[in-house]
């Protein structure tokens, strides 16, 4: 059993930690305003009206660090895994959109590690916020 329960906490921490430090970097490095300039504007600007962008850029960069956070505390682990699912539902739209052949690779292992953490019991996610708040009760 502890062999299945580090499995998760493995998976859990390296996915919240992929998304976690890419959000920050588009948080606190790039900042949110250049990040939608450089990134989604230039490269999807004449593709998607504007307020679709902007609201893509913040929502994908904010949901990333604060995801990734609450993966690698383990709080609220479920709706964190929604949210980063909805975020790669996002960028493969995006991309897919722009460039219908692209390396799906940095989208894929994220992807593979979400779905596995879904369909895994959460019984055996123990070491997380979520277990010591449920266990007080």
Known sequence: MLNKQIAVLTIRLILGFIFFFQGFGKVFK????????????????????????????????????????????GLKRDYALYTLALV?????FG???????????????????LVSLLLLPKELDKFSVDFLIKKDK
């Open 88 to 92: 790669l539902v996002i960028v493969t």
């Open 30 to 73: 790039f900042g949110l305003d250049n990040v939608y300039k450089n990134f989604f504007q230039s490269s999807y600007g004449e593709l998607l009206p504007d307020f679709l962008l902007l609201f893509s850029a913040y929502f994908t960069s904010l949901a990333e660090f604060i995801g990734g956070f609450l993966l690698v505390i």
């Open 95 to 113: 991309h897919g959109l722009k460039d219908p052949i692209w390396d799906l690779s940095h989208v894929m292992y994220r992807t593979i590690l």
